[in-house]
């Protein structure tokens, strides 16, 4: 079976401070992808990235860092300088070789100026 | 380029009544998939069409239908409506082949609410 975890369910810093939403996947495929996506309070999902099993490079975009470790199948989120824009509910998301996406529960992100 | 659009932005049913939900895809789209976003948990997959096709069903019962039509926008039906249908519906389209590492792209979504 496939799950993913996200064990923060709500977390509250200040502007400037960096901050780290945790994933944690389950999935017996070999062969699977990984994705990160942003749900402002308007409801549409906003795609911010997506790795497969067999990159375990990390990627860094602007502000938004990502950390993929298959040994511990985690794959952490980092936002540097945090704004009070990325406030949000922000997802983790796993699939395999379907359009089917295994969502975790979410990390709402609250940042305070 | 138009991104994924759906109908109605919100909507408000009464117990045992139906509901049917509208999507259009990006243009060049042919993969349409459905997702339930109950307040404060993540999508929860319902369908998935391709070209025409079922490809995948979620845990959900027959209460909830789906089909995509020759220009591959998509409704999804929802019969014999209960409290607890009440959610986020969303909508995501992606390019062919489907599956794999290929990008999912959501509608705005519409809002069921059941009374």
């Known amino acids: 079976a496939q799950k993913v975890t996200q064990a923060q369910t709500e977390i509250s810093v200040v502007e400037k401070e960096d901050v780290t939403l945790d994933c944690v996947y389950e999935t017996r495929d070999t062969t699977y992808y990984l994705f990160w996506y942003k749900q402002p309070p308007s409801g549409e999902l906003v795609f911010l990235i997506r790795?497969?099993?067999?990159?375990?490079q990390n990627e860094i975009s602007g502000r938004y860092s990502w950390n993929f470790q298959k040994s511990t199948s985690s794959f952490n989120f980092t936002i540097t300088a945090s704004q009070v824009v990325d406030s949000a509910v922000y997802f983790c998301?796993?699939?395999?070789?379907?359009?089917?996406?295994?969502f975790g529960t979410g990390t709402r992100l609250q940042v305070f100026p | 380029d138009a991104g994924v659009t759906q109908s109605p932005t919100h909507l408000i049913k009464t117990r045992g009544q139906h509901v049917t939900l509208r999507c259009s895809p990006i243009?060049?789209?042919?993969?349409v998939s459905w997702y339930q976003q109950v307040l404060g948990q993540g999508p929860q997959f319902i369908f998935q069409?391709?070209?025409?096709?079922?490809?995948g069903r979620g845990n959900f019962p027959d209460r909830f239908s789906a089909r995509q039509f020759p220009n591959y926008s998509s409704e999804l039906n929802v019969n014999a409506l209960l409290l607890g249908d009440s959610a986020l519906y969303l909508c995501?389209?992606?390019?062919?082949?489907?599956?794999?590492?290929?990008?999912?792209?959501f509608g705005p979504g519409t809002r069921l609410t059941v009374l």
């Open positions: 069409y391709y070209e025409k096709e079922e490809r």
């Open positions: 995501a389209s992606s390019f062919p082949p489907a599956g794999g590492y290929n990008e999912q792209f």
């Open positions: 243009s060049g789209h042919k993969s």
């Open positions: 790795r497969n099993s067999f990159d375990e």
């Open positions: 998301a796993l699939k395999s070789n379907t359009d089917k996406l295994i």
